[in-house]
């Protein structure tokens, strides 16, 4: 039987699935990354890398990744690690202050720790022969590349002027403004109108 916390966590996963890209998400996975952690009204998270599993679905569906990889808990975590990082970077832009030296770094390694070679290795009988590094590494080293090289694009483009954080609390989204719209969906745009009108309602009474 399923625990009440299976439960909940079942229910946000499925309300995240119904919640659109925001804005960007297609052109710039670096923000769908930023995205991956959704926080949801009653204090629930929905992590779309909370597994494993799920993170290599995440990959897959982005083409970062072949399906079967085999994602393990340690390359979710290095995901995990990267979306902080690049949630670190995005805010800072939006909030037009410094950024923490340690997340330009994190997008710098990422960037650049991608192997370009087979290695070579040594057999104590065979001898020499070049291998490349452990697939499942070197395919979330790879993915953690592209992703760091847009977060990276995405912070020096003309795009940055229109990043913005999703405007509808408690939503922690960002998004590539289009026109004045400040919400990362119909859903946080209906709730903030919905929220601005409970307060007028109140105010008036
Ligand atoms: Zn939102």
Redesign the pocket.
Known sequence: MRSVEEFVREEVAREEVALPS?QGEAEHPALALANSAVALPGGHTADLLGTPAQAEQWLTQRDLAPAGTGLAEVCATQLRSLREQVRSLLASRVADRPAPPAAVAAINDAMTRVPTASLLLWDEKTGPYRATPHPTTAIVDHALAVIATDAADLLTSADAARLTA?A?PP?N?F?LKHGRRQ???T??GDRARAARAYARRTATE
């Open positions: 925001a999703c509808s939503c989204r998004l919400w990362c969906s859903r946080c």
